[in-house]
């Protein structure tokens, strides 16, 4: 439900976000991949231009080229400079600049950049999905984000002037649809307490699905 009140301590977000990449490394090594499958959750991009986007990522946030950060000409920059380079050029460099991202978030400071960590968990359940596993986001991941989505979307809810809402929701499913990777018809069908459809602008953060994903959902580690 909403109005759950986000934990007073805060994970390592630093160890959040090196197990991630450890399991997406170990993914896109893996016998399943393919460079050129398209990634339905983010339909303009392959798995090459996710793996671009996440090292990408970690490559600027290291050596500060933050201009522009979060827009969409930042992350295709990161998609583009790296079209000619190999899945694992692009790991091996991530592998090299990654500990010192990790570092970072680990740091008091790193609490300013944890979009970083929702982001990398939300492409490696995309990438899982595309390549036909069951999306298994760990569970000490949820627990960190789970209330802290709930709370941006009551914030977001307050400042637009809206009544409070309660809504049944899973935080994987919370996680996954505030994302953008529900429709509106699955984010309508959860159970609210009141008619939800002036509140969809509000619970999306990016965008949302226009077909269904059917996503098979697995148990988080």
Known sequence: MTNLVASATSPDLGALYRSARERITALAVGPLI??????PATPEWSVHDVIAHLSGIAVDGTSGNMEGAPGDAWTAAQVARNVDRSIAEMLAEWTLVGPLMEGFLSSPAGQNASSAVIDIHTHEADLRHALGLPVAVPSDFLAWAGPR???GFNAAVEKAGLAPVTVVVSDLELFRGRLGRRTDGEVLALEWSTPAAEYLDLFFIF???????????????
């Open 34 to 39: 393919d460079p050129t499958l398209v990634v």
């Open 149 to 151: 989505l709930r709370d």
């Open 207 to 221: 965008g949302r699905a226009e077909q269904s994903l059917g996503e098979s959902v697995g148990s988080g580690e």
